[in-house]
């Protein structure tokens, strides 16, 4: 992985934030990331659309697809290294907002370690909470066959650098489901941003603290 050697806004000196501990009880490495077919920018923002009919797809084709789309390609060192080049665009390079998979079928909560290009599975503490969570999506999308994506958010990281810090990273979030819906589109997957927001994950796995807010959830699956 690339280092950022340079400054790349001089006005910004950052500290570096205290990172939430997330409730890891298992790691799965991913594989090398695989890239999507061949296809012209033109093509691919012209094609995307939010697309309801969601067929199966697999934890290893939903893993390649998120590392993709957030996974860091250069990364900062010494008193910038909680800073990052990724496809999405963030306030102070910071990329306070993380993937968490639901995926169908399994009574699972993963999160994409960036840093680490790995699955870790969370601990559950309250599994209401992930049922509401499911019940709530299949009420958005009754007829689903796909696996869910939560956006998280930690504000910590935000506010170490910024006033008023909320803005920003509700603007992260919506640069990074933009993202999100523009690779599956690249790599033909079903996408739909839903009209919740996923708050039920964070007291599933304990982490309703207030450094972490739910600002996004959305359905993937393999189109048809």
Known sequence: MT???RD??????????KEFQWPTTQRYKCPTISLPRRQSFLQVVENRRSIRNFGKISIRELANYIAFSVSPRLVGIGPRENQSLRLSLSAGALHPVDVVLVPRGARRIMRYNPKENQLDSLKIV???????????SAEVLPDTQGSFIVLVGDLRKVSNLYENPSSLLWRDAGALLQTLALTAEAFRIS??????????IL???????GQLCAVGAACIGRQF
């Open 3 to 5: 280092h950022i050697e």
């Open 8 to 17: 790349p806004s001089p006005r910004l000196t950052p500290s570096i934030p």
């Open 126 to 136: 309250n599994g209401d909470y992930l049922c509401r969570f499911l019940k709530k």
């Open 191 to 200: 996408f739909c941003p839903m009209g919740i927001l996923g708050h039920e």
């Open 203 to 209: 007291p599933a796995i304990d982490a309703n603290n």
